[in-house]
């Protein structure tokens, strides 16, 4: 936990380092005040009350120092907080931005937004909030403890002795509590999960199960998260009490060996010197057991900011994409895959099984494939969105992994389904193609991604705002705004997600003249659903369970009565479309 803890502040480390240190310290003194208290106490039960009088005087000067002492400990604990809050933001965005970019799918960007917002608040308030207390509420009694046994022996043997019956029930509740917190994360996120299938499948449900029967599923989830709700609070509040009560039992085992060891002594003759040492002793107990109390209070804290800093954890542990040491410029606008390997995760089958594949510069390839064949995957490590587990992909003659980001960057133009609008104008939003591109230019580019339409109903034209992530525009709109984009940006190869069913005629439309256009300029590497586009194309790849199934130009392919003739053959079943005979295919 501190480890994730000093990671987070990386070069605010020292000032972590330092506030702990004056905790530590702050520990250290409150607890010799506190002996103060023995020579104090013993001054007076033998009746030196001048000696008692100099040590109550060194007793309110420690006073004074620990109030003096733990404001500034106090002070330094706000300026770690600030530190994580200025600092750790960025570190965790430096990391980020290093990282693959298919990392970054909905449920890892959800969680990261959680970690920056609630996650960083939480840990930031630790220090001033929790880890003062916590860290003189450990220091304090070992100095109580060393002068127990100074005082007593077998009362600071005892002490001793409590102590790592202590750690063990502690470790032992928050061991108890991270499981059932865990358990309730889970069934709270699927009851979130199937609040929105069930939504969304409002008529498929209804349509099937009757009113009644629909919601049972739902039911359940939400029976389960009640259950383990219920689990966690009790379990929390359980663990409260027997931390407390733990310490509570120590104290008692304290008392009954001091109380019967008076008992035997008091038999026989006590010299007057022990019996004050065990009543001061006694006195020390309460102050010792006091700030061990405290610390078993701040175990549930201590858990919820344990996860937050789990979770920041985990966004570190992943690695970083490698960048090359001794960057290489890709020579032409070809791209080829060489025995690609590729799985999203460890635990997860293959998705690209020795795939090769070579595309000439400048020519058009239509990828095509059953779903779920890896098409989308396929152009993703083009892109570098995640690196291949074995194989290679080399853009312009160079692997991918010896170029710098910035010069594949500059290779690669993208159209895919899903895209990004920034709370920006439209202009703007066109702009991140090219940051130098002239307004004469955005227009242009505009016009040719059939957004003129768009600027036509709206009366600032360019200058509007497209809101939060485009949301003013509707799906179609931010669409053509990012073949825009593509457009001018006017990288030698662009790859394409061509849109299925869900997107309108009009964008089908403006990929395609978009197509038309480049066609024989650019590398164009598309994931093609409209036959038209498939036609286009100089060279037809046919993918299937993650390797090459067929490859060729249109015409050959046709006539080969294999996969692509099968393809072509059910989307004209599909649609009632034909496509007009290729002269040297039909026969
Ligand atoms: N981000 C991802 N994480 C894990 N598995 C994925 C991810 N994206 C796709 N897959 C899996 O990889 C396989 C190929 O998917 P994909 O490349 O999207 O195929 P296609 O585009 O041909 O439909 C599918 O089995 C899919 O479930
Ligand atoms: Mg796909």
Known sequence: ?????????????????????????????????????????????????????????????????????????????VAVGVAVLQGARHRIGDHVARLPVGWFTPEHTARLSHVITQGMMAVAQLPAHVFTPVISGVVTPLVILVALFVLHPPLGLVALLALPALALVLLLTARLGRRSDALYQHHFAQTSQRLVEFAQAQSVLRAFNGEGGSTRWLEQAIDEQRRSGRDLIFLSSASTVLNAWAVQASFSVLLLVAVGWLNTRLGGALPASDSVAVVVALLLVGRYIEPLLDVAGYSEVMRGARGQL????????????????????????????????????????????????????????????????GKTTLVRLIARFFDVEQGSVRVGGVDVRQ???????????????????????????????????SDAQ?????????VGEILARLPQGLQTPVGEGGARLSGGERQRIAIARALIKDAPILLVDEATAALDAENQAAIAQTLARLR???????????????????????????????????GPLRASAGRYAHFLAQRQAAKGWRVAPDPDADR
């Open 1 to 77: 936990m501190l480890k994730t803890f000093v990671q987070l502040l990386g070069e605010d480390a020292p000032v972590f380092r330092r506030y702990a240190g004056m905790a530590v310290f702050y520990g250290l003194l409150s607890g010799l005040t506190i002996t103060t208290l023995v020579p104090v106490l013993q001054g007076l039960l033998v009746g030196d009350v001048q000696a008692a009088g100099r040590w109550l005087l060194v007793l309110l000067l420690g006073m004074l120092a620990c109030w003096a002492w733990r404001r500034r400990v106090e002070r330094a604990g």
């Open 403 to 437: 170029m710098s980001s910035a010069q594949l960057a500059a290779q690669i133009g993208q159209i895919f389904q899903e895209h990004h609008l920034f709370a920006g104008s439209i202009a703007d939003n066109i702009r991140v193609g090219r940051a130098d591109a």
């Open 442 to 450: 955005v227009l242009e580019a505009a016009e040719q991604a059939g």
């Open 310 to 373: 789990e979770a920041v954890r985990e966004i570190f542990a992943v690695a970083p994409m490698p960048e090359a040491s001794a960057p290489q410029a890709p020579r032409d606008a070809s791209v080829e895959l060489q025995d690609v390997h590729f799985r999203y995760a460890a635990d997860q089958a293959e998705v690209l099984r020795g795939l090769s594949l070579r595309i000439e510069p400048g020519s058009m390839t239509a990828l095509i494939g059953a779903s779920g064949s």
């Open 520 to 554: 024989g300029r650019r590398t164009l590497i598309v994931i093609a659903h409209q036959l038209s586009t498939v036609a286009m194309a100089d060279q037809i790849v046919v993918l299937e369970d993650g390797v090459v199934s067929e490859q060729g130009a249109p």
